[in-house]
T-cell receptor, first 115, second 115 residues
């Protein structure tokens, strides 16, 4: 199994509070991703990183920010949590070698509930 | 805009029979890769199979095969000899040459294998 750890695994937070989810990898892969999974929408890309301090927005980036100060850590921050951000969040990693055919490996997911 | 379409929210199949899960995609990139992932009820994402746009033959991995019809922009997953453990959500995904490392997912198909 790829070495990816998401923390926390479960979190309940109140509307308006900031929340940070952490993704830690031990594979030294270049690319890291944050997705959210909601019924009827599949997995939607929030942000991704293609190197230390190199990040870009995905299709649902509003209300989220990310940081990657080290190869192994990719943080997702909900600046002011809203109920619409209740979801399951997945981190994924992918190496740069292999080009288009390189599969992504996923963490176990974080279930976030905003009340 | 969604680039991957899975039109079957739910599918049912009898144990030991074959089943086809549909996936169509939209891209003008000449080079792209298509992936299928399995998500059992436990929640983890499992990579199943990959097809490159320039691959001459359809990809196969054990009981999984990919029916790739480039002109129709479809990449259907065929599971032969279904097993009860195949019951899961299945996601089609695409990585396009012009999208860098981004991996875009469809909405998923929930497969149920009946004994």
């Amino acid at each position: 199994d790829a070495g990816i750890t998401q923390s926390p695994r479960h979190k309940v937070t109140e509307t308006g509070t900031p929340v940070t989810l952490r993704c830690h990898q031990t594979e030294n892969h270049r690319y890291m991703y944050w997705y959210r999974q909601d019924p009827g929408h599949g997995l939607r890309l929030i942000h991704y990183s293609y190197g230390v301090k190199d990040t870009d927005k995905g299709e649902v980036s509003d209300g989220y920010s990310v940081s990657r100060s080290k190869t192994e850590d990719f943080l997702l921050t909900l600046e002011s949590a809203t109920s619409s951000q209740t979801s399951v969040y997945f981190c994924a990693i992918s190496e740069s070698l292999g080009g288009l055919g390189t599969e992504a490996f996923f963490g176990q997911g974080t279930r976030l509930t905003v009340v | 805009a969604q680039k991957i379409t899975q039109t079957q929210p739910g599918m049912f199949v009898q144990e030991k029979e074959a089943v086809t899960l549909d996936c169509t995609y939209d891209t003008s990139d000449p080079s792209y890769g298509l992936f299928w992932y399995k998500q059992p009820s436990s929640g983890e994402m499992i990579f199943l199979i990959y097809q490159g746009s320039y691959d001459q033959q359809n990809a196969t991995e054990g009981r999984y095969s990919l029916n790739f019809q480039k002109a129709r922009k479809s990449a259907n997953l065929v599971i032969s000899a279904s097993q009860l453990g195949d019951s899961a959500m299945y996601f089609c995904a695409m990585r396009r040459e012009t999208s860098g490392s981004r991996l875009t997912f469809g909405e998923g198909t929930q497969l149920t294998v009946n004994p």
